[in-house]
């Protein structure tokens, strides 16, 4: 498989988080030319970062996505985009205004930003919780597959739906990950990995 991660520039959203921090590891295997994280170190934290804060290959900004023109900047000449940046569901439900600023206009803006750079291909992070919550356990397929009620979910929905819609559009390619439940193995007690 030819590796296309080999010499290219990457930009990474929230990529002092633990999912984005993992990203990083993971993508600094395959020698890219440059790695740069945005983060606000609001979820993400340095810690999550140690293993590779000090690669000359890795570039770390602390500052916000809804900075756009420091948004842009990270985006203008990389090639490939992986936005992680989210606010947490629990954020979302007490504060809608700050939800639709972080969730849906500041990936409007990426998007924007994706095509006028024409990257080569976003990595979008969407959620599980666009699925709601099951009727029934197990769930069989004649469930509503999209029974989300929360802004979360909601905006992470969107979020895909933006970037289908920019595909067909402008020809942005893409990639939505709806992850589930994704802990940190330290965070799970060893009594429960032995059962």
């Given at each position: 498989m030819h590796n296309k991660i080999s010499n290219s520039r990457i930009f990474i959203t929230g990529g002092a988080g633990f999912i984005g921090s993992y990203v990083v590891e993971e993508l600094l295997k395959y020698d890219p030319a440059?790695?740069?994280?945005?983060d606000n170190l609001i979820r993400g934290s340095i810690e999550n970062m140690q293993s590779f804060m000090y690669n000359p290959v890795v570039e770390f900004i602390?500052?916000?996505?809804r900075n756009t023109s420091m948004l842009e900047e990270c985006i203008a000449g990389v090639d490939y985009v992986f936005h992680l940046a989210a606010l947490r569901i629990n954020a979302c439900a007490a504060s809608p205004h700050e939800g639709?600023?972080?969730m849906i206009k500041s990936t409007f803006d990426l998007a924007e930003l994706c095509v006028?750079?024409?990257i080569k291909k976003v990595i979008y992070s969407s959620s599980a919780?666009?699925?709601?919550l099951a009727q029934h356990f197990p769930t069989p397929e004649t469930d509503n597959p999209y029974n989300n009620q929360t802004f979360y979910g909601g905006a992470k929905l969107w979020g895909e739906q933006l970037f289908r819609s920019y595909k067909f559009m402008y020809g942005l390619d893409y990639i939505?990950?709806?992850y589930f439940n994704c802990m940190d193995p330290e965070w799970i007690p060893t009594e429960n990995i032995l059962k």
């Open positions: 440059k790695i740069i994280i945005l602390e500052g916000d996505i639709f600023n972080v006028k750079y024409k919780s666009v699925y709601g939505a990950l709806r």
